[in-house]
């Protein structure tokens, strides 16, 4: 990144950053929702204020009740800042990245992989919507001679590509004019007057052209979640797609719960670490709290990726690699609660 500061000027590099910060700010909110809770009932705990709360006749849980409420809304406001602000800010740091710093609009315009348009040859070609990187849907493919006079037109449910150039149009219709001069899209292939000219239209289940336009040549960037920043119903679109099409749609499904479920893990983490903080003000050490709120951290993020890997990779289902890493944190949560409570230190 560094090489690139030199010739693009600190202007767009500063900008990258900027519109960067809301993408680092929703990752990071767990560990600073976590630390900031941990951190106020340390020093309620040290001051002897717990103390002075509770010979009120307020047990521990109910001193807890308002501090819960307020994460439970921070929790659900993550969720809209990631739903609402971060995919907005993290497409136009893509567009400064590829765009103005690296020079490549092309990396850009197909990192959505929606409505993308490409030029190879005499060929022109439209998808509305690239899957796993080598599924097209709804292409269109407009093919045109030496004198830019159009050819033939193919448009198809979905298509797959190889690196070689050959490619396999499903479910679609191709049409080609019985002359040169024939021009046009479906009717404008007629030419007035010369019924003659008609287009041949004919439709099919499967089609294989080769010597098209490569995978190589698209020069997509990897397929990976993290090149943009999604929403549910952009996911969710995805996987319908992907149905549709008769693709797996098991990644698709890994992110749409992913992003579903992220937001719950500052609250998980919260609940984890509340049974913990009830403890004599003479234990109550802040260097040693915040070391154990970030190994819980650590321990929860470690569980939360490793189910959505093992999802990704078909192991378990989307569902269940998604929320089992909260669902043992919560258990191990119930169990101190248990045991504290029936120690009497709660």
């Known amino acids: 990144m560094l090489s690139y500061i030199k010739f693009s000027g600190s202007g767009q590099f500063l900008s990258y950053l900027y519109y960067y910060i809301p993408w680092a700010l929703y990752y990071m909110f767990p560990i600073a929702l976590v630390v900031s809770v941990a951190t106020v009932l340390v020093r309620l705990v040290r001051n002897s204020e717990m103390i002075a709360i509770q010979s009120f006749g307020q047990s521990y849980v109910q001193v807890l009740k308002p501090l819960v409420a307020i994460c439970i809304l921070l929790s659900l406001g993550q969720f809209v800042f990631g739903e609402f602000i971060v995919p907005q800010t993290m497409d136009i740091r893509n567009k400064i990245y590829y765009v103005d710093i690296r020079n490549k609009p092309e990396r850009y315009s197909s990192l959505s992989k929606k409505d993308i348009w490409y030029r190879w040859k005499n060929s022109i070609f439209h998808f509305d919507k690239i899957l796993q990187n080598q ?136 609940f984890l670490i509340l049974p913990f903080l009830n403890m004599h003000p003479r234990r109550a050490k802040i260097f040693v709290t915040l070391s154990f709120c970030i190994g819980v951290t650590f321990l929860n993020v470690i569980l939360f990726e490793g189910g959505l890997s093992l999802a990704r990779a078909g192991t378990l289902s989307s569902f269940v690699g998604a929320w089992a890493g909260h669902a043992l944190m919560l258990c191990l949560m119930l169990i101190v609660f248990v045991y504290r409570k029936y120690h009497k230190k709660i």
């Open 135 to 270: 599924f097209f849907q709804n292409p269109q493919v407009y093919e045109y001679d030496d004198d830019w006079k159009l050819k033939s037109y193919i448009q198809a449910e979905t298509a797959k590509a190889d690196t070689e150039g050959n490619w396999i149009f499903t479910n679609g219709t191709i049409i080609q004019g019985k002359k040169e001069e024939a021009k046009g899209v479906a009717d404008q292939f007629m030419v007035q007057g010369e019924q003659e000219d008609n287009p041949v239209q004919e439709n099919f289940e499967t089609l294989e052209r080769k010597d098209l336009l490569s995978l190589q040549d698209i020069k997509l960037p990897p397929y990976s979640r993290y090149h943009s920043f999604q929403t549910l119903k952009s996911l969710g679109e995805e996987v319908r797609l992907a149905k549709v099409s008769g693709l797996d749609p098991l990644i698709a499904k890994s992110e749409w719960h992913k992003k579903l479920s992220f937001p719950f893990m500052a609250l998980v983490l919260v």
